[in-house]
Structures are given as C-alpha cells and as structure tokens.
C-alpha cells in the first residue's frame, strides 16, 4: 500500500512568490492534515478536511493561505504571498474512519523563503 | 486546551543501552490517546506506539514501551537495546480519543546513539 505523497519535497522561493504543496493521502482516507513543522517545534495543524469539507480551519492565517481538497481525495495547500516566517516543514497527513486513532504522514516538503 | 510538555532537548544514550525519554500532558479530557512518532533526518514523522487514556496496560512495540503514569499525566517513551539507527528527533503527541482531532506535538527530544 503506498503511503501518503507530497510534492515536492523541496522548495526556495522569494519572499512575495506564490508557492502551491500537494498532497496525495492513502487510497480511502476520508480524513485529510496539513500541519506546518516550524524548526526545532513540533508540527502544528493549519487545517483538517473530512472528505471535502474543511471542518478545522482555526489555525490557517487566512490571509495568505488557502487550501482546497477537490473531490475529497488529494489536496493543495498554497500561499500568496510567502513571507519569510513561512520558512518552514509543511506536512500532510490522512486517517480513515472515525475514532481511527493513527495518523500516517508524509515525507514533507520543506520550503525556503529567501 | 491540550499541551505536551518535552524537557529534554537532546539526550545522548550508548548503543545497546536503554533511554528514557520524558513526556508529560496536560488535559481535561477523560478519553484521549497518547503517542510518540520518530522524525530521521529525512523528515518523515513515523508512529512508534499509541497508548489509550483507558489502557490499564502500559503499551509495548518490540523495543519501545510507553510507561504510562495517569496520575502524574506523564507519557514516558522507553527504547531498550539502542541502535544508531534510533539517532533522531522523537515527539511526543496527543489528541480526543474521539473524531479525528489532530495531533497536538511536544516541542521533540533529538536523540544521539553513540557507539
């Protein structure tokens, strides 16, 4: 079974640039992370989808970011403008069902703003 | 709110040896679920081993055991017979045992494995 995938795994931008991650969770999973890992924390949740609906959208700065999960499978998490503070781990994550207790991740894709 | 306390920054343990690494949470559910995933240098967060707020038992995955203290809300992680391979950040994490809340992450423990 594959796991959860994200594109790319890398990226530098310029500070101003719009930059887009995608996330491709494991076949089935209904429910869909986007968690930002800044350097030397933990991963933090910007935002948690079931199936299309985005039902935890709190942390998510609004102004900037933006996400989607068309047809409740994969998912884009993009920013516009980046700034420098958005320097940072962006990790993607699924589980299935209700009450499912593990999460499985992806690798990540670690941006650079400049 | 949920939080996960981590005060051990880095923690150096001899090849072969047993490492305890710290947890403790705070919470004012009655059901929830503790967990410790491992990050390699890699990035990839990769669970170790889950432990219900109602498990009596404390939880074991070959070399790792969760040593787990409801009363102190601790949420130890022990690794018995270190590898180098264990080298790496470790997180503590917990969420509500019920939907499927996300994750709130400890600020991590980077292990060093020494041969």
């Known amino acids: 079974e594959a796991g959860v995938v994200q594109s790319p795994r890398y990226k530098i931008i310029e500070k101003k640039q719009p930059v887009a991650f995608w996330c491709n969770p494991i076949?089935?999973?209904?429910?869909l992370y986007w968690y930002r890992q800044n350097l030397g924390q933990g991963p933090e949740l910007l935002i948690r989808?079931?199936?299309?609906?985005?039902?935890?959208d709190s942390q998510l700065p609004k102004d900037r970011f933006s996400a989607e999960r068309l047809k409740g499978v994969d998912s884009t998490l993009k920013i516009q403008p980046a700034e420098l503070g958005d320097s940072a781990v962006y990790l993607c994550a699924s589980s299935w069902g209700q009450s499912s207790y593990e999460q499985y991740f992806g690798p990540g894709t670690r941006l650079t703003v400049t | 709110a949920q939080k996960i306390t981590q005060t051990q920054p880095g923690m150096f343990v001899q090849e072969k040896e047993a490492v305890t690494l710290d947890c403790t949470y705070d919470t004012s559910d009655q059901s929830y679920g503790l967990f410790w995933y491992k990050q390699p240098s890699s990035g990839e967060m990769i669970f170790l081993i889950y432990q219900g707020s109602y498990d009596e038992q404390n939880a074991t995955e070959g070399r790792y055991s969760l040593n787990f203290q409801k009363a102190r809300k601790s949420a130890n992680l022990v690794i018995s017979a270190s590898q180098l391979g264990d080298s790496a950040m470790y997180f503590c994490?917990?969420?509500?045992?019920?939907?499927?809340?996300?994750?709130?992450f400890g600020k991590g423990t980077r292990l060093s494995v020494i041969a």
């Open positions: 989808y079931e199936n299309e609906e985005a039902v935890d």
């Open positions: 076949s089935g999973h209904n429910t």
């Open positions: 994490a917990m969420r509500e045992k019920t939907g499927n809340t996300p994750l709130v």
